[in-house]
C-alpha cells in the first residue's frame, strides 16, 4: 500500500488552468473506476470535488474536471479562482478492502 | 443535516490503547460503509481502515494491521477504532468519512472535523 504519487506543488494565475497528475499501479489507479480527488482547506474537513474519475457531486463547479489514462488521474482546475487554492488529494480504491490516498498537492493562485 | 462527530482522542503514552467514536446522525447509518482517514501534522492523508454497511467486509492500512480494529454498532449509530500498542507515528488528526451512496465502499462524501490523537511520552 504506497501513497499514490502527486506533485507537491502546483501554481497558476487567476483565470489560467492547473491539472495535478495523480500516479499509481495497476492495483490501484490503473486497476479500477473508483478514483476521487478532494480538497482540503487547512482546519477544515476534506470536500469531495470528483469521484469515479470524472464526475462531479452536485455543487462543484464545472471548472472542476477529471480523467485517467492507464495508472495516471488528473484533476484538471480551469479558470483558477482564489478559493481554489488548497490541497488536493487524489484517493483509490486498491482492492481486498483497501483504499490508498496520494501524497497531496498544494495548489497556489498566484 | 447530515453530520458525524469524532469522539475519543487523546493525549496517550506509547504502548497505551485508545478508543475512537464516531457518531452519525441525518442518514441512515445502517446503509453506508464507513472509513477511519487520518492526518498526521504536517503530512497528507492517509486511509486507516474501512468497514462495510454489514461489517462484512473490512479493511486495513499496512501501518496499523494487527493494532488497530474497526467496528460498528448500527444501533447506535456509531462507528469505533480500536488502537492498541500505539506509537508517537500514529499521532494524527483522526476523521471518520462516509462514502457518497449506500451500499457503496468507495467515494468518501461526508466527513467529521476530527479528533486529535497524540502519542508521547
Known amino acids: 500500500q504506497s501513497a499514490l504519487t502527486q506533485p507537491p506543488s502546483a501554481s497558476g494565475s487567476p483565470g489560467q488552468s492547473v491539472t495535478i497528475s495523480c500516479t499509481g499501479t495497476s492495483s490501484d489507479v490503473g486497476g479500477y473506476k473508483y478514483v476521487s480527488w478532494h480538497q482540503h482547506h487547512p482546519g477544515k474537513a476534506p470536500k469531495l470535488m470528483i469521484y469515479e474519475v470524472s464526475k462531479r457531486p452536485s455543487g462543484v463547479p464545472d471548472r472542476f474536471s477529471g480523467s485517467k489514462s492507464g495508472n495516471t488521474a488528473s484533476l484538471t482546475v480551469s479558470g483558477l479562482q482564489a478559493e481554489d487554492e488548497a490541497d488536493y488529494y487524489c484517493?483509490?480504491?486498491?482492492?481486498?478492502?483497501?483504499?490508498?490516498f496520494g501524497t497531496g498537492t498544494k495548489v497556489t493562485v498566484l | 443535516e447530515v453530520q458525524l462527530v469524532e469522539s475519543g482522542g487523546g493525549l496517550v503514552q506509547p504502548g497505551r490503547s485508545l478508543r475512537l467514536s464516531c457518531a452519525a446522525s441525518g442518514f441512515i447509518f445502517d446503509d453506508y460503509a464507513m472509513h477511519w482517514v487520518r492526518q498526521a501534522p504536517g503530512k497528507g492523508l492517509e486511509w486507516v481502515s474501512g468497514i462495510s454497511w454489514n461489517s462484512g467486509y473490512i479493511g486495513y492500512a499496512d501501518s496499523v494491521k494487527g493494532r488497530f480494529t474497526i467496528s460498528r454498532d448500527n444501533a447506535k449509530n456509531s462507528l469505533y477504532l480500536q488502537m492498541n500498542s500505539l506509537r508517537p507515528e500514529d499521532t494524527a488528526l483522526y476523521y471518520c468519512?462516509?462514502?457518497?451512496?449506500?451500499?457503496?465502499?468507495?467515494?468518501?462524501?461526508?466527513w467529521g472535523k476530527g479528533t486529535t490523537v497524540t502519542v508521547s511520552s
Open positions: 484517493s483509490s480504491y486498491a482492492g481486498s478492502n483497501n483504499y490508498v
Open positions: 468519512a462516509r462514502p457518497k451512496a449506500p451500499y457503496y465502499y468507495y467515494c468518501m462524501d461526508v
